[in-house]
């Protein structure tokens, strides 16, 4: 298997909002025609035009399991025939062979990814965790197998390693980093039990991610037509249609997602239904009964601090950092640290200037949570004579899709053109297709699926998957990447419209989908990512939904057509660093309590809810905030592996984005610049993880990212 990632760890990765994942290895189409032919049509060549597609529209539940215990009986004798070559260790019959191990696991990877985070039911969570407890078991063989390590370590320590090319060292290295960190050097009990312990943690990760979804669709909060007060039209229609949706014509459904509990926050003057909105959603994971996840938090915490001392590393953390860019918890923490006091500091001025605006509205409240948002919107009003709903008439999903191919036309140079025939099969009607060409050559690059809308059974968030990546060692192979996105859908005939916020997120994970189809590199394994790197290009790619180029071509009203006014544009800049207390907080509040959880003896934590509480006062959180994604439902960190001590790694990759965006700013065609453009795709887009991330980004910016950039983003003083 080729480490960029286990199919199980890329799997549970999807229990988080934003993670652009990838299966673990990739076959090229020449290599595929050469295969056995399958009657499970989950593991089937793919066939069809571009290289070959996913052929949804065959997939049956049913073939799950049995599909996963084929591929992997395949998978297990392939690594077999590995160790079994009488040759001597080489690149060529060791590692490459490695990277044209386990296609049959990659072609079930888009079915199984699909299934558990688009199509999900309570059959699906059941073939799940079945599905999820076989992988562990087989990244424990393959992890654990002596007799490949000691081939892989062979190649390493070799003489032929230092003839080969950088990418292929870094491969390399990354199959002996990853055997090495994995349990390959354990021995007799230690191995047995830490083998135990993953597939214990398998079955964790999936009860506490359907134990999440379990709750976000049981708590719906449904409201007459007296209770709609404050609300705009178009979130009402929404809400109409999601209740028919729901079995409940003529009543109004606010779902338990952030993308439909923010704008209901920010607008609805009823305040006890806010209180109860506010609520249930962030007590995912935490109500009474079977759904609650602080037990299975627990006992995640006792077994991940076991196999890390199996190792020898002296708690999770350790263990996890030591190939990031932060390297240590000290480094992490520092960063954290410096951005804390000043973030918390104006949280302080933000609630000063919400309850003074309560105060004179004498409306005899302290504000609270679930006021927060609905007074900051009331501030934004005040100070910038700024309103968010006017700004949502200017953002059209389908323009913001339009948008988003601009940009990539100006930097990547990609055209990307819908695909209409039905020629590449899909797994739900709100699913679309584009294929993406190189706009000057007409080379074929890859497909880009989209799946914007909410719907039952489909997880909260927005994510990125890749269910093909870009290879070349056995003949080039193009890229299959998909964009996920839970925007409310508007009624038949309307304009779906989404929030800043909303719309930064769709540019963030398009920014990940770019990420996969720029890869020029040569092995999959180069496709990987560092955690506290990864975000970096797709936080990058935010900044250009501000540009003038953006706005004035693709913001427009949604009735009249014509482009958002420079007056609205002008207030929309200069409120960029409003409300960045209360943004920053609840973020850093959860990373931090991640890196807390995974330093601190799981024996002395006891219930982590009360746990959180404890070390938030400690730091002094705002009674006003809370974590942005609290213990209870933090998929990031407790459903898989994908995050787990690496949240801070949007604040590391933030610091690199501010630094390359004023690279940018300070380029003479700004945004669009195209030698900075350039240096953008051939440094931090196109290599993946094929160079050490701190030298590619040096070749980018010619330096070192400077944490001083993210201080002036955000308006925060550079010291504090």
Known sequence: ???????????????????????????????????????????????????????????????????????????LSELDAIVNTPDAPTFENTIVALERSGSATDRLYAYFVTYITNLSSEEVREKQAQVMAKFSEFDSKRNQNKALFKRVKAVYESPEYKTLTPEQQRVTWTQYNSFARNGATLEGDAAKRYAEINLALSKLYTKFGNNVLADEEGYTTFLTKEQLSGLPQAFIDSAASAAKKKGQPGKYAITNTRSSMDPFLTYSTERALRKQVW??????????????????????????????????????????????????????????????????????????????????????????????????????????????????????????????????????????????????????????????????????????????????????????????????????????????????????????????????????????????????????????????????????????????????????????????????????????????GFATTEYLASAIMDMKFHTTDPDKIGDPVAFEKAQLEAIGMPSEVVMRHRTTHFGHVFSGEGYATAYYGYLWAEVLTSDAAEAFANAPDGFYDKEVAKRLVDYLFAVRNAMDPAEAYRKFRGRDADVSALMRDRGFPETM
């Open 1 to 75: 298997m080729k480490l960029k990632m286990s199919f199980l760890s890329a799997a549970v990765c999807l229990a988080l909002a934003g993670c652009g994942t990838t299966p673990s290895t990739q076959q090229t189409t020449t290599v595929e025609k050469a295969q056995k032919q399958y009657t499970n049509p989950l593991l089937k060549t793919f066939s069809g035009p571009y290289q070959g597609v996913p052929q949804f529209g065959e997939m049956k539940l049913q073939d799950l399991v049995p599909a996963a215990e084929i591929a992997l009986a395949e998978h």
């Open 279 to 580: 609520q249930n959603y962030y007590s995912r994971g935490n109500n009474a009964g079977e759904h609650n996840n602080k037990e299975v938090i627990s006992d995640i915490l006792k077994l991940r601090r076991e196999r890390v001392e199996l190792l020898g590393y002296e708690d999770y953390a350790h263990w996890r950092l030591e190939d990031r860019m932060a390297k240590t918890p000290t480094n992490a923490i520092a960063l954290m640290d410096k951005v804390w006091p000043a973030a918390i500091a104006r949280v302080k001025e933000e609630v000063a200037d919400m309850q003074a605006i309560a105060n004179a509205e004498g409306a005899n409240i302290t504000i609270e949570p679930w006021d927060y948002r609905f007074y900051a919107e009331k501030v934004r009003k005040a100070k910038y004579d700024l309103d968010s709903n006017e700004i949502k008439q200017y953002l059209q999903l389908d323009k913001l899709t339009d948008a988003m191919f601009y940009v990539a036309g100006r930097l990547f140079n990609y055209e990307f053109t819908p695909i209409t025939d039905g020629s590449v099969p899909v797994y739900h009607a709100d699913v679309k297709v584009w294929e993406v060409k190189n706009k000057t050559t007409g080379e074929h690059i890859g497909l880009w699926y989209l799946d914007p809308f909410a719907r039952k059974g489909k997880r909260s968030g927005a994510w990125a998957v890749s269910f093909r990546n870009h290879t070349s060692f056995d003949g080039k192979t193009n890229v299959l990447s998909t964009n996920n996105s839970n925007f409310v859908k508007a009624p038949e005939g309307q304009a779906t419209l989404v929030s800043w916020s909303d719309a930064e997120t769709y540019f963030h994970e398009f920014g990940h989908s770019l990420h996969a189809l720029s890869s020029n590199v040569k092995y999959s394994s180069s496709n990987s990512g560092v955690r506290d790197y990864t975000e970096f290009q797709s936080q990058l790619l935010e900044r250009w939904l501000s540009t003038d180029e953006v706005i004035n071509r693709f913001l427009l009203h949604h009735e009249t057509g014509k482009p958002m006014p420079k007056s609205l544009v002008e207030k929309i800049k200069q409120s960029a660093t409003f409300n960045q």
